[in-house]
């Protein structure tokens, strides 16, 4: 059969005059863009990004009807690039798919060969799911306070929004290293929170400083931050002296609202992580770490398993804020 006429499904986004819907769509090989290599989907994951480019949000995805997905591992279909080969097992995560490049909520992916990652050592392809975007952020982070010279001698390291899937897996991959993680969270899901290794629950407020000091009493010696706003700003007021702070969401704000006094006083090191640009020859090194030592223990736990008729479901749930860990879709031989 000729590629071009191979069909499949995707769960689409459309601008309808009652808002953005996502429609499960017949879609045919050729509307995909024409790059070099294409992948049959056989799982994706679903990430915050999705859930904005699902809302219609312009700075995520530009043009609609669009199938959202930045996350998806499969099996090459075709490829004009030496790279790859037809069978090969592959993971693209980031770069531009599933923003303005149609992603992993379809049934096929076509991507240029550049953003392909050889199926890593050690994981299956609906492990590198489970862990996705997610658990490639968390990793990521973690990477940079190391460097840092952050060290489990130096004490305990903050985890904000620790039920998330990105804060689910810093906590995993962090109590893993030997590092007293205290997972900050919203919701009553102590167990959980344990299970992944957290020695200490803290109230999202304990982390939400509302004095308008400059510097908090010094509390923990670093923090993984997947908030940003005003959780943020107290997560970098209430460090101790030469600290790392990472930064890599904005759920609960944008602004920042923090001096220079925590950064010229204490030494404060505030850490940006960009998942999605992450250069190919970093994004292979922290898989290699992930292959190693750092594959979190409980991938199955943090992961929730859906069909991709439950994406719609799982959107409304990360719109309510009321899941914990991550989904992933399951692609069924027809989608
Ligand atoms: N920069 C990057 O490269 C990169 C990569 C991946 C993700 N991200 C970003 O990182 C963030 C987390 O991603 P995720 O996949 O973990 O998302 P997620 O699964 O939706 O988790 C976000 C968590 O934030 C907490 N939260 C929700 N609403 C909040 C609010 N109003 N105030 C304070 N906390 C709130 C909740 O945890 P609790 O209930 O436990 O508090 C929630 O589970 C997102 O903003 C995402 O866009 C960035």
Known sequence: MQTHSISYKAYRIFETQEGFKGIITQCKISDLPENEVLVKVLYSGINYKDFLSSCGNKGITKKYPHTPGID????????????????????????????NTDGGFGGYIRVPAAWIVPLPENFTLKETMLLGTSGFTAALGIHKLLLMGQCPELGPVVVSGATGGVGSFAVEILSGLGFEVWAASGKQNEEYLKSLGASKILAREEINDTSGKALLRPSWAGAFDTVGGNILATLVKGCKKLGSVTTCGNVAGAELPVTVFPFILNGINLLGINAADTPMNQRLNIWKQLSGGW???????????????????????????SHSGRFVIRHEENF
């Open 72 to 99: 998806a591992a499969g099996i090459v279909e075709t490829s004009a690039s030496d790279l790859f080969k037809k069978g090969d097992q592959v993971v693209i995560m980031g770069y531009d798919l599933g923003m």
């Open 295 to 321: 594959k979190p223990r409980q991938l199955e736990s943090i992961g929730n398993v859906i069909t991709p008729e439950q994406i719609g479901e799982a959107l409304e749930a990360m719109r309510n804020g």
